[in-house]
């Protein structure tokens, strides 16, 4: 399977890497969509590298880049969709891993909406653990089928406008209801006034997780 393309920044401390961060963004963005956030967060991990991946696909409309259309959310497209996401997302972990010469445990996940679904999907379903899952303004897709798939309990991070317009924050509230039970440890950030997007009480959150992920 052809590994997915990506972006670089760091290690903040010009040293060989200790830590790996994928960045994964949403529906109709690109790799540079989410790099701007590694030097904040590179602050809190100095041996990191960050690599924010390209998603898959063109977007239909010729600009940004998606994880798998859209155009029909009914949820078994929707899962199919995360599933052939996810199988790609895989390898480019173990291939990025492989490449910086880290074991297979030292990374961290984040994404946005359609990249948040994607590293929660992916990310708890994988027999190496993540250290961290960080989830901002997404959705848990296929939940009926996570109790069975879970390969980890990964800690979770789940961040969300309370007045996103696109991805209702109902989804987040849902998936940390459905995390808990399953015994995966959540640490939510919903934001009053936020619609859809990130902001500096979710990038403060975002780098206490991974602080705490790799400590």
């Not at 920044?9 to 989410?34: E, I, N, R, T």
Request: glycine share 10%; charged share 15%.
């Amino acid at each position: 399977m052809p590994v997915l393309d990506a972006i670089h920044w760091g290690p903040a401390s010009k040293a060989a890497p200790k830590q790996l961060v994928v960045l994964c963004h949403g529906f109709g963005a690109d790799a540079y969509d989410l790099i701007d956030l590694a030097p904040s967060w590179g602050h809190a991990l100095p041996d990191a590298v960050f690599a924010s991946v390209q998603a898959p696909e063109e977007h239909p409309m010729g600009f940004g880049r998606q994880w798998w259309a859209i155009g029909d959310r009914e949820p078994a497209r929707m899962e199919a969709g995360v599933r052939a996401a996810a199988a790609k997302l895989d390898a480019f972990i173990d291939a990025e891993l492989a490449r910086v010469i880290l074991p297979p445990d030292a990374y961290a996940l984040m994404g946005f909406s359609q990249g948040a679904m994607t590293v929660l999907f992916t990310g708890l379903r994988r027999v190496n653990p993540p250290r961290a899952i960080l989830a901002f303004s997404g959705a848990l897709l296929a939940p009926h089928t996570l109790a069975a798939e879970i390969a980890n309990r990964a800690p979770v991070l789940l961040a969300h406008g309370e007045a996103d317009g696109q991805v209702p924050v109902s989804r987040s509230r849902d998936a940390e209801a459905l995390l808990a039970g399953l015994g995966v440890p959540v640490e939510t950030a919903y934001s009053p006034h936020l619609g859809h997007g990130i902001d500096d009480a979710g990038i403060a959150m975002g780098a206490l997780a991974l602080q705490r992920g790799f400590a």
